[in-house]
């Protein structure tokens, strides 16, 4: 549709629904195919998917959207495991480097997105209770609240280590 602006608030699709977080971070359910023209008109450079029972829906678009999968269960038996928070985190610090949005789902963005779009705050600078009462004020029915996803958080934010941009690091090595 050219000429036709995007918005978060048009209806598309019955079965994708999301909350804008920041405007660099947008958390929730799982996209149909049809969907990823949606996420394209919102910027979209990265959609992470953390559904273990599902992965990715192959976009067919010529420049397919980037797609991370980290397949990570919720309940309380198998926690999220930091290395995948992590590497969740680390890829969508690079898209939103470069002025793009990264898009988190779940099934239904209530737990496992709201947990790593937390881990993407807390590594941009928020403390893990402004990260997850953000995106409780933005995302009313996200719950990262719930004990043993604030438990993978607060680990997270205890644990996180930012990355050394390569230049810095070279410099490091040469001291």
Known sequence: MPGVKITPDMNFSQRMNFSPIT????????????????????????????????????DRYPQPLKTLWLPVFDTPLVPIPIYALNKGVRAALEVIQQGRVVYVHCAAGVHRAPALGSAILIAQGYSAEQAMRTIKERRPIADPHAWYIRRRILRFAKNWNPPIPLAQEADTMTK
């Open 23 to 58: 405007d660099s971070l947008y958390i929730g359910t799982t996209p149909s195919a049809s969907d990823y023209f949606r996420l394209r008109g919102l910027n979209v450079a990265l959609v992470i998917n953390l559904r273990v029972e599902r992965p990715p829906i192959r």
